[in-house]
Each structure stands twice: as C-alpha cells, then as structure tokens.
C-alpha cells in the first residue's frame, strides 16, 4: 500500500495483523531459546519498546501462564549525540522494579537501525546490575549498523536507504497499529 503524505510517499511495512502474529512468534521464540521463562525478564526502550514489552509480557503470560518481570528503560543520558544535539534532551522515568544481576534480560525495542540507541540501553543496563545474559528483540530490523550489535528476535527485516525512515505507530500510543516507511 502507497499513500500520500506531507514528504512524498509512504509505504506499509507492516499492518496491525502482521504486528500481532510477529509479538507472537517472539514471544514464542523467547520462550524456545531460554527454555521457558525462569531467570527471564523484560526491559522496553522508551518509548516505543515499553509498549512491545508489555505486548510481550502479556503473550508469554497466555502461553505458559506466568508473568514475567517487566522494566523501561530510559537511555537519555548514555546517547553518544547529546553534544550534537541543538535542543534539550527529555528526560523521563527508568522504572526496573527488580534486581536484574544474574537474570536473562531481554531488551525490547521497535526499530534497530545503527545499533547505537542498543549499545545506550546496554550501558544503562550495566548501571543497573550484572545480567546473566542481555537478549534484544525489535518488531523491525531496517539494517545500517554502525555497531556490531544483532538483535536474537526480530519481527520483521525492512531493508531501506538512508534516505528513508520507519515509524511504529502503536495503539498505545493513539495511533492504528502499523509500520510506516517514508522518504526522509
């Protein structure tokens, strides 16, 4: 699907249907590959990665009937750009209401890109505790690293150029649930 919009063009990525069966499959495959959900929590990135994390919380509770710990993570203060930038950075609430040393942590975020908003979380993470094992699950890989940094879960790969940009819009956050893919 192609629509018109202020910049040019936009294209679907992904509709809400393809979002709720990629939660799932992650959700699912977070389970396989740490054996079920003992020693296992849940860090979503602020903001779009919160509202996945709880979407995830939420399809490993319907699947093995446990819920696991679940934290948001702010990483405002360990970007490597806050020089560059012209305006203020927007601080707002880490919330980790556990102790994460010697859990799997499984950071959650909607789009990987350079890999720098990643290297940012783990730094805040490291802050926090000494996790047995940091786990990354994002709904879209869009490619372009600048760090050697792979997520484990993956909803969907969306290679594009440079020129482009993804956006997740959320039902959490008013919006039709959908991945948009737009000239920059």
Known sequence: MVTANKTGQEKLGMDASEIARAMTRIAHEILEKNKGSQELALVGIRTGGVHLAHRLVRRIHDIENVTVP??????????????????????????IPFNISDLKVVLVDDVLFTGRTIRAAMDGLMDLGRPAEIQLAVLVDRGHRQLPIKANFVGKNIPTSREETIEVLLEEAGEEDRVVISKA
């Open 70 to 95: 679940i934290g948001e993570l702010d990483i405002t203060l360990y970007r490597d750009d806050l020089s560059q930038r012209k305006d203020q950075p927007v601080l707002r609430k880490t919330s």
